[in-house]
């Protein structure tokens, strides 16, 4: 029983980990390793759950996708894309300064653990490789895997989250996560 409810709390911060939020966020991943990291990343023997987990998890993809972003300039090959990058960066700093002012003023104490799992991490370390339409092509494959995912979690935690605070602020994102998956679409195709 107690892996299945480590599971399945991997399985939320994963999900959300995967978009990078764009004022609102989210990362890229969903494997048995990553699975294995992100219960390895939560706290010692008791994993998090709702808010908390839905936290750790918009933070960590807000970090993927400032860090995936703020490679575009010296290893993109279009200027469209860098200037997506650009407003990646702008967006997901935003939505981290949003959620550190939600957490800290949770009465529960929600505290904010932005570690990357072992894909985000991994996508990461393979985008550092590349240079010009190769980069291109894996950040618009991450962009568009993370949004996607992150659409998926945001409309569960606004539906059933466990904090109004935070369902406020994922209702608010929505848009602004459905406009970066659009985006990133359209960028893609026109390559």
């Known amino acids: ?10 399985a939320l911060p994963l ?22 990291a992100a219960i390895a990343n939560n706290s010692a023997s008791v994993p ?3 808010a908390q987990a839905f936290v ?14 703020k490679l575009a300039p010296g290893s993109a090959a279009s200027n469209a894309l860098m200037a997506y990058a650009r407003e990646m960066v702008a967006a997901h700093t935003a939505s981290s300064a949003k959620l ?5 003023k949770d009465p529960v104490g929600i505290t904010i ?43 569960a935690y606004a539906a059933s989250g466990d904090n109004a605070e935070l369902k406020a602020f994922v209702e608010g994102l929505l848009p602004t996560v459905t406009g970066h998956l659009e985006q990133a679409k359209a960028l893609s195709q026109a390559k």
């Not at 990078?20 to 294995?36: F, H, I, L, R």
């Not at 998890?57 to 972003?69: G, L």
């Not at 291109?136 to 991450?142: F, G, I, K, M, V």
């Open 113 to 155: 653990d932005d570690t990357l799992n072992t894909s985000q991490n991994a996508t990461l370390e393979d985008m550092k490789t590349k240079k010009g339409y190769l980069f291109d092509a894996a950040y618009l494959a991450a962009q568009v895997h993370a949004h996607e995912q992150a659409l998926t979690e945001l409309k």
């Open 15 to 36: 999900a959300i980990g995967a978009c990078g939020q764009s004022d609102t966020a989210p990362s890229v991943a969903n494997d048995a390793a990553s699975s294995e």
């Open 48 to 50: 998090a759950s709702g």
């Open 100 to 104: 550190k002012a939600i957490a800290g």
């Open 56 to 69: 750790n998890a918009a933070a960590a993809s807000d970090r993927f996708e400032i860090e995936t972003s």
């Open 1 to 10: 029983m107690r892996l299945s409810v480590l599971l399945l709390s991997a």
